[in-house]
């Protein structure tokens, strides 16, 4: 199966539509997970950067599937990480500002 794409100007790009394996497993996985986001809806959910979620994504902090040349996450993983507390960053502290607090 081919899917035909006009582009502006009068040309047409011939394609490989995804095949019919890839939306099934898609949408078994998507079922499973309780859906799947893209990085930047992930972001919005967490209220974070998109490089923040590319972050979690590379130390496997977020499940990620890859499905038409794009990455996916977790709805479920995005969800259950923005109800739990948010580590605090930044440099820890000396012995001596320990002792004094």
């Known amino acids: 199966m081919q899917v035909v794409q006009l582009l502006i100007g009068g040309g047409e790009e011939v394609a490989d539509a995804p095949t019919v394996g890839s939306f099934g497993s898609f949408r078994e996985i998507s079922v499973q997970e309780q859906g799947l986001l893209l990085p ?3 972001a919005e959910v967490l209220g974070v950067c998109k490089q923040a979620v590319h972050d979690l994504m590379t130390r496997g902090k977020l499940s990620t ?3 038409w040349d794009k990455a ?3 709805a479920r993983e995005v969800e259950a990480r923005k109800n739990a507390p ?3 960053g930044g440099r ?3 012995q001596r500002e320990m002792k004094a607090a």
């Open 86 to 88: 948010r580590e605090k």
């Open 92 to 94: 820890p502290k000396s």
């Open 40 to 42: 930047t809806q992930a």
């Open 65 to 67: 599937w890859r499905f």
């Open 72 to 74: 996916f996450v977790s």
